[in-house]
């Protein structure tokens, strides 16, 4: 009798990586999943110390903008400053993304407020990424463990 791939076998993997159906049901354990497998701690302490920084600034007008940056010593007003706090998600993946660092040593994000919907919204995609490539990769050991799809 040949061993067969279900979805339930798929899901029970997943679950172990943090990737699975009971991580995308809980928002709180999604969030720890992706920023765990980032190497990302999220805080809404300020300070100078933080690896990137998402903050709303007044403008001298007043109108409020949102500043997305690492280094907030040198904001570029093109690609830094976002007139709505809808584009932050946006701004937030991909900070989270291509940040070094790891569960041990994280790198640190300050955000003003850590379950806006932009934080949310970066979280949702992040795990949707991570999930498919985590997909993959469970097949893949299923198949090297003498696994066979259905059809």
């Known amino acids: 009798m040949s061993k067969v791939i279900t979805e339930e076998l798929i899901n029970e993997r997943l679950e172990a990586k943090g990737f699975g159906e009971k991580q995308q049901e809980n928002q709180d354990l999604a969030r720890e999943s992706v920023l765990n497998h980032y190497g990302v701690e999220l805080t809404n302490d ?22 997305a940056t690492s280094d907030t010593s ?32 994280p790198e640190t994000f300050y955000v003003e407020d850590e379950y806006a919907n932009y934080v949310d919204e970066a979280i949702d995609e992040l795990f949707v990424y991570l999930s498919e490539r985590y997909e993959e990769e469970v097949i893949d050991e299923l198949t090297d463990e003498g696994y066979e799809q259905q059809d």
């Open 46 to 67: 300020y300070s100078s110390n933080a690896d990137f920084n998402i903050y709303e600034e007044s403008t001298t007008d007043g109108y409020s903008v949102w500043i």
């Open 74 to 105: 040198n904001i570029s007003i093109c690609e830094d400053v976002h007139y709505y706090d809808s584009d932050l998600g946006e701004a937030l993946a991909e900070a989270i993304k291509y940040s070094n660092g790891d569960v041990d040593c």
